[in-house]
């Protein structure tokens, strides 16, 4: 409690403060006698220290050192009964006392020493006391409403009642968490101090700040502490350190926060496992179906016949001197940071990771260039806040757009096709869009002899007209090459099993002496594929 709170105890009564009077804020937590003469070696911050001055009768030296000593340890005032020993307090142990804003008392002579220290005690005892019954009642609330399922938001509007200021909570970069209908400039001015004290926010129990607004509202920060800490709870408002009863209040609810932040976080956690997964086995062929994909995809929002634009993006440099767990750490905060923005944008946009890529699937209602515009001003967005808050550099691949779900996977690898001529250019922090490779007009420049040389080198096992299959197993490798090497696509197209597919294929790398996963091979028979027609149209003309 503060000192001049502590004085209007009638034990209290017929003091005098003599000097100090700036100081009288000061928080008393204890109340000590002084008897021994070594005192300045056990002094306290926020002690009230009362004496006879025994010691300092015939020593003004000693007493003035041990006001010094007292402004330096933080305590909250000095208190000397006089007309025993002492008579009267030196003018110059006042003049100080003013100077450091350390209240100075003088004490009744009726008054015991031990009544002073008794009564006072007893009196900061009770405070804390019902401090904490106060703390324990509103720690109970708030349990309660969180085990009754009515959530965070629910919680934060009962403690904004109960220390009747707005609250509102804001992850690691102080962008909000919760909507609030009112003053919603004040995050506009969060965001722009985030970046100057975010280490300073890390460290203190809670911190205020004056913002640069028309109202010059103070909003004071109290951290959440979670696995990591990346949350804080903001209460719109100063709130003093003697005010311990909100500053409890408050610390309760970080404490059930914290907790349900963690609940919350884990189911997530699990939520994006499982997405990721399903996007991981789409894109890369692992189911034996189309109808597999579609119900699958349902579970993550997915719609069959829902055209979807691609977007990729990717860090430019990873830090190779990080630890795998502060890379993945780091992933997650840009995964946060991404999705909070993504939830302001107006279309719905599904958020995907693979390995180390992000990856958007935009849902069209509309023709492309309606959503382009917009999309890319989110991506550029998102690079101005990664490059802000993580110093990364971010990058984008945007491929052309998929009719249905099932063409996702080639919008994935357009994207990310896009991504990798972007960085084969040299740039950072780009969006490249995805543009068709007019390939026949680069083939066009070669000369006829050496396109027919790696023509025939390419199909010299095939060349065989005698075997029958040799043409099939080639139909079958050109639809699996312009399919991009989607098995179920191949299969549908040349109406057979996928399974037939497999065969086929296999036969072909058994032909060829090379695997049909190799980007090298794969390359290079799409080019003779490419070559095949040119040289077909050359010898008709």
């Not at 002690?47 to 000593?69: C, P």
């Not at 709870?233 to 408050?250: A, Q």
Request: hydrophobic share 35%; charged share 25%; glycine share 4%.
């Amino acid at each position: 409690m503060r000192l001049i709170d502590l004085l209007n105890l009638s034990v209290f009564h017929g003091a005098k403060l003599l000097g100090g009077h700036q100081g009288t804020d000061r928080e008393v937590n204890t109340v000590n006698m002084m008897d021994a003469p070594d005192i300045i070696h056990f002094l306290k911050k926020d002690e009230l220290l009362v004496t006879t001055a025994f010691h300092f009768k015939d020593d003004l030296h000693a007493l003035l050192q041990l006001i010094k000593e007292m402004e330096k340890q933080g305590c909250a005032g000095l208190g000397i009964k006089t007309k025993r020993f002492l008579q009267e307090i030196p003018r110059d142990v006042i003049t100080l006392a003013n100077k450091l804003n350390i209240p100075l008392l003088e004490l009744p002579v009726d008054t015991s020493l031990g009544d002073i220290v008794n009564k006072s005690l007893s009196h900061i005892l009770e405070i804390r006391t019902n401090e904490l019954h106060h703390a324990m009642d509103a720690h109970q609330q708030f349990t309660n409403q969180i085990m009754n399922g009515q959530g965070i938001r629910k919680m934060l509007d009962n403690l904004s009642n109960l220390i009747d200021s707005p609250v509102f909570l804001v992850n690691d970069h102080l962008l909000p968490l919760t909507k609030l209908s009112w003053q919603t400039d004040i995050y506009l001015y969060l965001d722009q101090i985030a970046n100057e004290y975010l280490f300073h926010l890390s460290k203190a129990s809670y911190t205020a700040f004056s913002l640069l607004n028309n109202n010059k509202d103070t909003v004071t920060i109290f951290p959440v502490y979670t696995h990591r800490q990346s949350n804080y709870l903001c209460v719109l408002g100063n709130i003093p350190p003697t005010d311990r009863s909100t500053i409890l209040t408050i610390e309760q609810a970080t404490n059930v926060i914290s907790f349900e932040l963690m609940k919350e976080n884990a189911l997530k956690q699990m939520t994006r496992r499982l997405q990721n997964e399903f996007f991981s086995n789409f894109i890369n062929d692992a189911f034996s179906t189309q109808d597999e994909i579609i119900s699958r995809g349902k579970e993550f929002g997915l719609i069959e016949d829902q055209r979807y634009l691609c977007a990729v993006g990717q860090i430019d440099d990873d830090d190779k001197d990080k630890s795998y767990l502060q890379l993945q750490s780091d992933k997650e905060l840009i995964y946060d940071t991404i999705e909070y923005e993504l939830q302001n944008f107006e279309e719905k946009i599904h958020l995907f990771t693979n390995e180390q890529s992000y990856i958007f699937l935009l849902e069209l209602n509309g023709t492309r260039k309606e959503y382009e515009d917009s999309f890319v001003q989110l991506l550029e967005k998102l690079q101005m806040r990664i490059r802000s808050h993580y110093k990364e550099n971010l990058s984008f691949g945007i491929s052309m757009y998929a009719e249905e779900l099932t063409s996702v996977t080639v919008s994935y690898k357009e994207a990310t096709e896009a991504l990798y001529f972007g960085r084969m250019s040299g740039k950072t922090q780009f969006i490249e869009i995805y543009q068709p490779k007019e390939v026949p007009e680069i083939l066009r420049m070669v000369p006829y002899d050496h396109l027919k040389k790696f023509y025939d080198d390419t199909f010299q096992a095939f060349a065989n007209d005698s075997k029958k299959d040799h043409q099939v197993l080639l139909h079958t490798l050109s639809v699996y090459l312009e399919t991009h090497c989607q098995l179920s696509e191949t299969a549908k197209r040349l109406y057979v099993h996928r399974n037939t597919v497999i065969y086929r294929l296999e036969k072909c790398e058994e032909m060829i002496g090379r695997s049909l996963k190799e980007p090298d091979e794969t390359l290079r028979l799409r080019l003779a594929f490419r070559i095949k027609a040119l040289l077909h149209g050359a010898t008709k003309n």
